[in-house]
T-cell receptor, first 115, second 114 residues
Framework: NAGVTQTPKFQVLKTGQSMTLQCAQDMNHNSMYWYRQDPGMGLRLIYYSASEGTTDKGEVPNGYNVSRLNKREFSLRLESAAPSQTSVYFC??????????????FGEGSRLTVL | AQSVTQLGSHVSVSEGALVLLRCNYSSSVPPYLFWYVQYPNQGLQLLLKYTSAATLVKGINGFEAEFKKSETSFHLTKPSAHMSDAAEYFCAVTRSGGYQKVTFGIGTKLQVIP
């Protein structure tokens, strides 16, 4: 059971380049998230998708766009990368309602460096 | 609104000593509370969760946490630290009833000294 799969695991970009981080989950979860993790700042929510067909901004959405391609896939795009976007990015998914408690399932992370 | 405060961004304990990682939360409605653990170069994984059943919750690897409503706390403990417990620990809060966002604390990095 793969859970949440992110690609790529590592990427180096030059300032101004664009790229897309891909995320897929095989748990049939409704909700998906993109977080960034920076030293001393914990996890900060970039964008989330509560259900297929909807996306919403989190705490730090500037410079990012997202697409909920289908129930399984949720991508994060950097249109014009900046050094401030150097970070580790995590995709996560969850389910809610009924016996579900909103527990998050995380991918292994994508380490992005912007030069 | 909801929030989480983790006291101490770095905690050091000797191998075999008690581990105590502190978490206080703020929530206007009954919360669901979580502890996640992150080992180096890995994603986060669930350690344990409180979802309004028993107030003392047991998790993986010998960890447990107690929900104290009067103190708005959910501290994580382990009686005897092991070298393999060295990791970063995150407390998180959400709410029941449909979709709710999860709010994380800034994390506590646990160092275990041999």
């Amino acid at each position: 059971n793969a859970g949440v799969t992110q690609t790529p695991k590592f990427q180096v970009l030059k300032t101004g380049q664009s790229m897309t981080l891909q995320c897929a989950q095989d748990m049939n979860h409704n909700s998906m998230y993109w977080y960034r993790q920076d030293p001393g700042m914990g996890l900060r929510l970039i964008y989330y998708s509560a259900s297929e067909g909807t996306t919403d901004k989190g705490e730090v959405p500037n410079g990012y766009n997202v697409s909920r391609l289908n129930k399984r896939e949720f991508s994060l795009r950097l249109e014009s990368a900046a050094p401030s976007q150097t970070s580790v990015y995590f995709c996560a998914s969850s389910e809610y309602g009924g016996k579900n408690t909103g527990e998050l399932f995380f991918g292994e992370g994508s380490r992005l460096t912007v030069l | 609104a909801q929030s989480v405060t983790q006291l101490g961004s770095h905690v050091s304990v000797s191998e075999g000593a008690l581990v105590l990682l502190r978490c206080n939360y703020s929530s206007s409605v009954p919360p669901y509370l979580f502890w996640y653990v992150q080992y180096p170069n890995q994603g986060l994984q669930l350690l344990l969760k409180y979802t309004s059943a028993a107030t003392l919750v047991k998790g993986i690897n010998g960890f447990e946490a107690e929900f104290k409503k009067s103190e708005t706390s959910f501290h994580l403990t382990k009686p005897s630290a092991h070298m393999s417990d060295a990791a970063e620990y995150f407390c998180a809060v959400t709410r029941s009833g449909g979709y709710q966002k999860v709010t994380f604390g800034i994390g506590t990095k646990l160092q275990v000294i041999p």
